[in-house]
């Protein structure tokens, strides 16, 4: 009975793992979207400066 219950709540807490991992990731990809597009803007003005 004790056993069954910590299984399940081990799998609740690894599946809440990998929802945090993943929304992580998703936060990251973004951040990491965002600081391309400023680079690639940064470097169209500098283009057009020179």
Known sequence: MSLSKKSDYSSKSYQRKLIN???QDQSFSFLF???WKLLSRISIFALLLY
Do not use: E, M, P, W
């Open 21 to 23: 991992s993943r929304s």
């Open 33 to 35: 979207s965002a600081l």
